[in-house]
């Protein structure tokens, strides 16, 4: 238990895609926040007091509170830092300015997760963002320059947008992530209500530019929706992909957390959403099955390169996983879909591109 999920719900304006767990602030609201936060802070300390290996600060817009409020939320975190841990922080571009980044480095920071989007103007207006490309390129520009690790955010495959020019904004820019994903109209949102609809054909276009634009600019592709130069992976997102372990603070958030016997191999808490995190509800607690952490973890590991190593999924369930899934990977290797090296489950090109069809025929196979 070295990561460490701290969420963070307030946004300076809601976006018309977003479904993730955001407020706008209201009088008092980050003051109650961090108390809260602090109380909780304290007593999930008590039970994991392990120095910290990676630490994410997201949301929501961490980077829209206040320089008090931010170094509050620090000192409300109790863990000494392991060497050469990853702390990130996830910043919106126009929250930043020169001397914000200086306290961010003082505080420990020494990652951002940019949300840039898009560095046309049209896009940006069209997904209601509160910066311009210029703002954008100011923002990568002196997070580049203050020493930080810089990850972008880009979504891809709008209609209005020139989806290379995007791409090859950030090569330029010489950012070390890029974290590129298509629009998802998720239910309930106001895209959705306005009737706004995926384009797969576009997307999977926009995707192959990217892959072939990121990787030409040394950005490999790790991950399905994630390309980063050697080295500059996000590690603490790999501990999730990777099916491991985590904790969580704030309204919202979920960690993972090991289990207490064989039913369980771990448990998943789930924290309220923020008025009821305020008033002190603990988090929601739900059992991992052997057999369901390896669901899991053929899914998650399976958007990576790397794949999933079955022997070690073994080891760690206890289940014997392997002779059920002989035949449907045997299949999905001819098909073209997966590489296998030992017990490694790799994905192909093609692999990745439908992974939802492959996950599905292994959890199948799985449930026999
Ligand atoms: S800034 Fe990010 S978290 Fe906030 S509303 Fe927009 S998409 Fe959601």
Redesign the pocket.
Known sequence: MSSLYVHVPF?????P??D?H?VRRGPGWVEAYLKRLQEEAEELYQAHPQPLQTLYLG???PSFLRDRELVALFQALPWKWQPGAEVTL?A?PGTLNQERLRLLRDLGVNRLSL?VQSFQDGVLRFL???HGRKGALRAVEMALEGGFRVSLDLILGLPMQEVEKDLKEATRLGVGHVSAYTLQVEKGTPFALLGLKEDPEREAWAMEKAEAILEEAGLRRYEVSNFARPGEEARHNLVYWRAGFWLALGPGATGQYPGQDLNAYAFRRTHPPLPRWLSGEPPKEEAISPLEHAKESLMLGLRLKEGVDVEALERRTGLSLWPGLEAAIQELVQEGHLQVEGFRLIPTRQGLFLLHQTVLRLWQALEG
Not at 11 to 15: G, I, S, V
Request: charged share 10%.
């Open positions: 946004c300076p304006t809601l976006c895609y977003c993730f955001v949301g929501g817009t996830e919106n949300g209601g963002r509160a």
